[in-house]
C-alpha cells in the first residue's frame, strides 16, 4: 500500500514569510509550490524548488487566482481562455525554476477558490486542464478525491491524483466544510492520523455529521502554514510508515 503526502509550499512574498517550509519539506514527497498569483514570487519559487531538491521531494506546480491581496481565496468569474491561459502561464512560470534546478514537473494543482471552484464548474475544470496539457500532457492532475474534476481528466486522457485532506472535515457529498463553518479545520494530531488511516486503509472517512464518504486516495494533503504543521506532518508520516503504508510521490502511484 502506497501514499502520497503532499503541502503547499513557496507562499511567502516579498519581506512576508509564511509557512513552514523548511521544516515541512522534511516529511513529504510532493510539493505544491505557488506560482506567484495567489502568493509567491520569483525568489520564493527558486528557493523552493531548491530545497524540495534537496530533501527529494517531487515539485508541482500550485495557481491560483491572479488574488494577491485576498491569497487566491476569493472567487472569480474567468472565460476559458483566461482559465487556460491563466494556467498555461503560471506552470510555465514555475517550470522555468525547475529546469534551473534540474528537475522534472511532476503536477499540477490548482489552489484555494479555483480549487474548489473546479468542483462546481465543468467548464472551469476542462479549461484549466487543458492548460496543463498545452504544457505538458503527461503531468499528473490533483484534485478533490472523487469529484467531478477527477472524472473529467481522466475522460480526457489526463493522470489524476485523487487528493484527501488531512485537517478538513467533510461533507456527506464528498466535499470540504467551508473554513467558515465550526469544525472545518481538526487541530489535534491523533485525530488527524486517526482520520488519515481511515481514508487510506479503509478508503473513507466519516463526514462532519457522522455519514461514511468513501474516497480514492493517492495524496494526502497536509498544510504547511499553521503552528502545528510540523509536529502534524512528521506524525502522520510515523504512523503511515507503523502501518506499512510506504510514503513515495505521486508519480510512483499515478501511472
Sequence with gaps: MK???????????????????????????????????????????RKTVKLAKENGVAVGAHPGYPDLLGFGRRYMKLSWEEARNYILYQVGALYAF??????????VKP??????????????AR?????????????????LSGSKPAQI????GVKVAHEVFADRAYNPDGTLVSRSKPGA???????IAERVLSMVKDGGVRAINGEWVELKVD??????????????????????????????????IVR
Design 3 to 45: 501514499v502520497d503526502l503532499n503541502s503547499d509550499l513557496g507562499e511567502s512574498f516579498g519581506r512576508y514569510k509564511l509557512g513552514l517550509d523548511e521544516e515541512v519539506m522534511k516529511y513529504i514527497t510532493s510539493a505544491n509550490v505557488a506560482t506567484g498569483w495567489h502568493a509567491g514570487d520569483p525568489l520564493v519559487m
Design 98 to 107: 525547475v529546469k534551473a534546478e534540474g528537475l522534472e514537473l511532476q503536477h
Design 111 to 124: 489552489h484555494g477558490a479555483l480549487y474548489n471552484a473546479l468542483v462546481k464548474e465543468e467548464e472551469l
Design 127 to 143: 479549461a484549466v486542464i487543458e492548460g496543463m496539457g498545452d504544457f505538458d500532457k503527461n503531468l499528473i492532475f490533483v484534485t
Design 153 to 156: 481528466a481522466e475522460e480526457m
Design 185 to 191: 479545520v481538526i487541530h489535534d494530531r491523533d485525530e
Design 219 to 252: 495524496s494526502i494533503c497536509v498544510h504547511g502554514d499553521n503552528p502545528k504543521a510540523v509536529e502534524i506532518a512528521a506524525h502522520i508520516r510515523k504512523v503511515l510508515e507503523e502501518e506499512g503504508v510506504k510514503v513515495v510521490s505521486m508519480r510512483e
